[in-house]
């Protein structure tokens, strides 16, 4: 018990430790992160997937269209226009993740207004307009005209129903790796800073996500008569409160199936899966091996295999330009009670992002996953925490239970090489001591025990036992390994605690064990000089 207790309190003090030294951990357990985020990948529950579908203005749409970039806002309305195609086949919502924050010449900024009006009052599809947050009141802005027409709409016609909302839609980058491992949930202005987190009890944020407005929107319930339609929340999140905590994102791994309306398939691959000079984001595969998802780059790497391209992305994708090729009978089979989510993938836009599991993608996907999340989890979505010497409740009991196992594991080892060395020795006493047999005996003798009198004197001899020792600890860790691969896919699945911590713990606590310091310093509590000296 006493060993238990001092390896708990060296696994959190070795959290705690690398928490402070770069703010995030440290940058070993970011990359063992990324290994393991495809193979968790696997196991995400993909009922919420085929509810979203991402629309992208890519260069594919700007060839078509022979369009420059950025569009005019009457191009933006007719392009909205068209994601509605029929009264009776209609978006849960849609979101367009383009700011337009900045002031220009263009007349057509009412034809942009009247849509959204159009689309949101008429046809009660929930809009959603990506804002940029004021350095000084926390407020979500876009222009000040599209502002007003939104404004003069709500307060004339529609007092509890302006024509779009305008939402958070900022990226989150681990301090560490620059990777997408979290999501703002909320924001919140504190101190002039801005925080994922509530910074205290009473804080409200300042502005809601993407993601959190369209899973908590009122929005039509699916299969009701769009005529005369039954508005019910999307998502109840009673638990989350009015301050939301940031989420931990669990990236699905497994490349979206084709689209398909009326049972035909519209194409035979995902957008995103074109080799078209997009930028790096569109290499990717409809078809990763098991190789690829389960062994690491720099594993593949090792035995001369250069690793494959990245998985392709986890939800169905569109091209604007192939909305535009459509037939309105297909369209409105494909976005008909789905989340439709607008953005763009134009060379220097510079909207991108770093994903654990399919490398850069456009910065909507980030939202996409988000919102799975949120329609997977509800107001059990896994919470973005850290480690500290106090840890919070959410993370006590996994990281008992991963030290626990931890622990077992390794009196386990012991147990059994304490037992396996009775036998080397009665094994060893079966033959000549100079015979190569003999020697061979020896040199198990050695492996189980650590008696050093049992080491054979031959060089032959001693190369062999350098090569069954070395291969005994590549076999260890890849035990270890696999091992740490289970319980974080367990503790995922059945726990509100992201990928990060869950790493961060499994890899601090296998150091912590390896450093074979638990036992000694047990003995020395116990005043036992036996069990001091021994590792």
Known sequence: MTAYVMLVVISLLLLALGSQINGGSL???????????PISGL?????????ILVVLYDSQFLAANRSPWPLTYGEHADWLDRLVPDDKNLPAGILVDITFGQARVDRTLSELGQTLC????????????????????????VRADLQAVRDRQASRDQPRDPCFELVGASISLDPVDRLVWSYPVASYLHNQEWQSQPPNDQARPAFRSAAFAMATAVTRAPGTDPRNPT????????????????????????PAEPLTANNATIRTGDAAARQVA???????????????????????????????????????????????????????????????????????????IETPVHGTLPGVYQHAMALDNLLTYGDQYRLDE?????????????????????????????WLRIGAAGWARNYAGGGPADSHRGAGRRVWVYLLTGDNGALPTSVCDRVAHAMVKV?????RILLQAAIAAGMIMFLQAHYRIGMLPIAELVGMTLVAEGLQHVHRFAGMLRGDPEHAGKH
């Open 27 to 37: 940058a070993v357990t970011r990359y063992f992160a990324r290994g393991q985020a």
């Open 43 to 51: 196991a995400y529950d993909s009922a919420a997937r085929n509810r």
């Open 118 to 141: 159009r689309i949101r009052n008429q046809h009660k599809v929930p809009i959603f307009l990506a804002g940029i947050p004021s350095p000084t009141t926390g407020q979500l802005q």
């Open 231 to 254: 508005l019910v929340p999307a998502l109840a999140l009673s638990k989350v409160g009015p301050a939301p905590p940031a989420m931990a994102l669990v990236w699905g791994a497994t």
């Open 278 to 352: 997009d930028g790096e984001w569109r290499h990717c595969t409809l078809t990763p091996s098991a190789a690829s998802m389960w062994f690491p780059g720099f594993l593949q790497r090792l035995v001369g295999r250069t690793p494959p391209p990245r998985p392709c992305p986890y939800h169905q994708t569109l091209s604007m330009a192939e909305v535009g090729s459509m037939e309105p009978a297909q369209l409105a089979a494909i976005v008909r009670d789905r989340y439709v989510l607008v953005g763009a993938a134009i060379p220097g836009y510079n909207d991108l």
């Open 386 to 414: 850290s480690w500290s010497l106090l840890p919070s409740t959410h993370l006590w009991v996994p990281g008992l239970l991963v030290i626990c196992i931890v622990f077992g594991v390794h009196q386990g080892w012991r």
């Open 471 to 475: 291969l005994g600890w590549v076999v």
